[in-house]
């Protein structure tokens, strides 16, 4: 689910630079688009951890 929701992320915000902010480079967009994605990939891997070990106190 996590792998899912990063490649959705790149993609929409390729697109959103592409399309709505109108930036024409590659190199920008991959920057952003990979950014974002990790950025997502990182936050859902910290709530995961968190939440674990909170089950694992209880």
Do not use: F, P
């Amino acid at each position: 689910m996590q792998e899912v929701l990063t490649a959705v992320t790149y993609l929409v915000t390729w697109l959103i630079c592409q399309r709505v902010i109108g930036i024409e480079s590659g190199l920008v967009n991959l920057i952003i688009s990979l950014s974002a994605a990790i950025t997502v990939y990182v936050v859902i891997a910290i709530r995961d951890h968190k939440r674990k070990a909170k089950e694992g106190d209880e």
